[in-house]
């Protein structure tokens, strides 16, 4: 006798981007559909109509667009990118509710606090960008700085220079009513047309260590120390375009302001203050060029020690707190259905930090305390985080806490794209491997090859673990090759 599933979701393959949609069966026989996330990261080539080829694949396979609730994980463009570039196909959707973090509530302090630091992060890493962007011969190492800044500037700007900010709005507008602002702690969410279905929200933490952990336990980037690191990237851009005033400070700078000469002015003749050293002289033969009468075990040109532009490394520090800073801000849920004790748990880009926060969280029901712990251990389905990456998920307080047999896992990503950003380790080789043992092998990418063949299978053999059934539709050749989505029943 075939298991009725608990919930059949249709995990869209676009690569490097998340993009969800949940049919729950209920009790009248109709179903109740929940969408999380749709977009697509900046660097996929001709993402936007792979994306509105899901946007129309989901109004079809939902009788015109009709979406109970829409969950929007956190601002990053390869989760909210759809809402936008697919705006007018979106526009003839019915959606009854939007679920957004905390962190996205205008009218929530800490919220604002967050929204503050990544408005004045966002401001310096664009005009380093863009001064990178215009350097005529960088060292390997802003050179370096400058690739990794525009592929973190891809989720916060879009290919053509789209605020994520208004994508994530635009999905916000997509219901008439307010969005619902989710927390940690809460009492379960429960929905009146699924009486078995109970909804935890993990994460985003509310405490402020844990939004500023990243890839290890020991390591720690402080989000509120991106404000110095921003402030001073601004003050030298300022103070290089000759904008800067004398209200400018510069936090990180190891000298008073009124000690030395500008750099500007040396190169063009100044002796100094000091009349024992022509420091301009100085400069011009050992830094800025060629040396006039160089000695013998000198070379000619001593450009090679400049580090003029050296102090927009900082922006590499600045970025990393950003990107991760915003990842760790994902709503993470976990799903509970009460008839059968199974949890399906999607975490959407949450990091170590945010992963870590759940450790003590702990809901008191009628029947029974319930730990994070627990539900973990209950967990048979995993939406990987982050993509699979080295900071997806942690092993101790994440990947070691789920010990059921029947779990089984979904990857949203394409390697081979990840590789074209230079994310050589997505996904991360040690996650796979300790996915495939816990899963017994029951895991599928966005990028496994049978996807792309409409009589594929998987290499695993359904029923299996708690997938009770498989499909999967290839895209349409125009966009390449690989699947379009890949849907699993779930029980």
């Not at 929940?34 to 990261?41: A, E, F, R, S």
């Not at 605020?163 to 916000?172: F, L, M, P, T």
Request: aromatic residues 8%.
């Amino acid at each position: 006798m075939a298991i009725k599933p608990a919930v059949t979701v249709r995990h869209y393959c676009q690569g490097i981007g998340d993009c969800h949609l949940l049919s729950f069966p209920t009790p009248d026989g109709s179903l109740f559909r929940m969408l999380i996330d749709c977009g697509v990261h900046v660097s996929i080539k001709g993402g936007p109509a792979l994306v509105a080829d899901i946007v129309a694949d989901i109004e079809k396979a939902t009788d015109g667009g009709k979406i109970d609730v829409l969950v929007v994980t956190h601002e990053h463009w390869d989760h909210v990118s759809g809402f936008l570039t697919s705006k007018d196909l979106f526009a003839g959707f019915d959606v009854k509710e939007v679920w957004m973090a905390w962190t996205e509530n205008p009218a929530d302090q800490q919220a604002v606090e967050l929204d503050k630091f990544k408005a004045a992060a966002l401001t310096a890493l664009q005009g380093v960008s863009k001064r990178l962007d215009a350097a005529q011969e960088p060292t390997a190492h802003l050179a370096g700085i400058r690739d990794g800044l525009q592929s973190v500037l891809g989720f916060q700007f879009g290919a053509a220079g789209e605020r994520v900010r208004s994508a994530r709005d635009a999905a916000a507008g997509l219901s008439k009513t307010r969005p619902t602002y989710l927390e940690p702690g809460k009492p379960p969410l429960s929905i009146e047309q699924l009486p078995n279905l109970r909804i935890y929200v993990l994460g985003p933490p509310r405490d402020k260590a844990a939004l500023r952990l990243e890839e290890k336990a020991g390591e720690m980037f402080p989000l509120a120390g991106g404000g110095p690191f921003a402030r001073a990237l601004a003050a030298g851009l300022k103070m290089n375009d000759g904008t800067g005033d004398a209200d400018y400070i510069d936090e990180l700078s190891p000298f008073e302001r009124h000690v030395g000469t500008e750099l500007s002015a040396a190169l063009n003749g100044d002796k100094g203050s000091d009349p024992r050293i022509d420091i301009g002289a100085f400069v011009r033969e050992h830094y800025a060029g060629p040396v006039s009468h160089p000695a013998p075990t000198e070379d000619h040109d001593q450009s090679w020690r400049r580090i003029d532009a050296d102090w927009m490394g900082i922006a590499a520090d600045l970025a990393l707190q950003l990107d991760r800073g915003v990842n760790n801000t994902s709503l993470v849920l976990a799903f509970e259905f009460t008839d059968s004790n199974n949890v399906f748990l999607f975490p959407g880009d949450a990091q170590i930090g945010n992963w870590l926060s759940w450790k003590d969280l702990k809901w008191q029901l009628e029947q029974a305390t319930v730990t994070t712990a627990d539900l973990m251990a209950r967990t048979v389905y995993l939406k990987v985080a982050h993509h699979g990456s080295q900071n997806a998920m942690p092993q101790k307080q994440g990947i070691d806490l789920l010990t059921n047999a029947d779990l089984s896992a979904f990857i949203p990503t394409n390697q081979d794209d990840a590789k074209k950003v230079r994310w050589h380790e997505m996904p991360y080789d040690a996650i796979l491997t300790a996915l495939a043992a816990k899963t017994n092998g029951r895991v599928i990418r966005a990028d496994d090859k049978w996807l792309a063949d409409k009589n594929g299978k998987p290499a695993f053999v359904t029923p299996s673990g708690s997938i009770r059934a498989v499909r999967h539709a290839p895209r349409d050749k125009a966009r390449g090759e690989g699947g379009l989505w890949v849907e699993v029943d779930l029980a």
